[in-house]
């Protein structure tokens, strides 16, 4: 005679392990990420995945105008430009997508593709490209728009960028998906902004012999620049590494040894730690 033997259960979801540790029903936001902090200091996620929920959250909370990428840095392109005067703009700036403006830079007459204009520069085989032809609809929004309404618009819409208006109707900015998505998941590089600049001050030498390091610096150009041979199969940043090492929220102050480096949190707000100063550890 045969027994019955209990089918085996269906391992849980992460999400479905952290309701088991919820002791009861968050009144609030604030009760609500601080149940989730507890579950990733009890390895039911990933300081990653913590760090996206959170900022899933936080985008209901934010406008437009947080995150926009201002006029004064906005790259647009005449439309009455020289066709070699705009292909070289955009070879230099290396975006994918330009405002179009008239003679007038607050007369925005559409959206440039940088595919477009590189079809129609092969197509043509040299010819001057008629810009206003290329140009795709301009998509404007207010600046008080809320980013999680925007996402789901870009979604619908398919389009990935949107010129932001002020309450005058002026162009005060713009806004790509990119940039919202960057809320949820953390800094998006590409291959140019590999090449920035701006990423060397990631990580900024010190006269005392430290290093000042961005906790949003990707763990394989930390171990580039200081030696280290940190694993980033598990985390991306050297901020998620350390924060999990120490198993909670970090304070400016907290300290850690690890893989022969010192490191001291001098910067970290109520969501994440921010910066940290790192000197090779005497042992």
Known sequence: MNEDHPSPQPSRSWLERI????????????????????????????????????????????????????????????????????????????HSRYPVHGEDPDEIIGILLAKDLLKCFAEGAGAPCNIRAL????????ETKRLNILLKEFRLSRNHMALVVDEYGGIAGLI???DVLEQIVGEIDDEHDEEDPARKKQIQPQPDGAFLVNAQTPIAYFNER??????????????????????????????LVMGGFHFRVTKADDRRVLQFAVRVHDA
């Open 19 to 94: 309701g088991q540790l919820v002791s009861g029903e968050p009144r609030n936001i604030d009760e609500l990420l601080e149940e989730l902090r507890s579950a990733q200091a009890n390895g039911l996620m990933s300081n990653d995945t913590l760090s996206m929920v959170e900022g899933a959250i936080e985008v209901a909370d934010l406008q437009v105008i947080d995150v926009m990428i201002p006029r004064s840095k906005m790259v647009s392109l005449p439309a009455d430009a020289p066709t070699a005067e705009i292909v070289r703009r955009v070879i230099e700036s290396g």
């Open 135 to 142: 140009v795709r609809p301009t998509v404007l929004i207010p």
């Open 226 to 255: 200081l030696g280290s041979e940190f694993a980033d199969d598990e985390f991306d940043t050297i901020g998620g590494m350390i924060t999990s090492e120490i198993g909670h929220l970090a304070e400016p102050g907290e300290e």
């Open 176 to 178: 790509t998906i990119e």
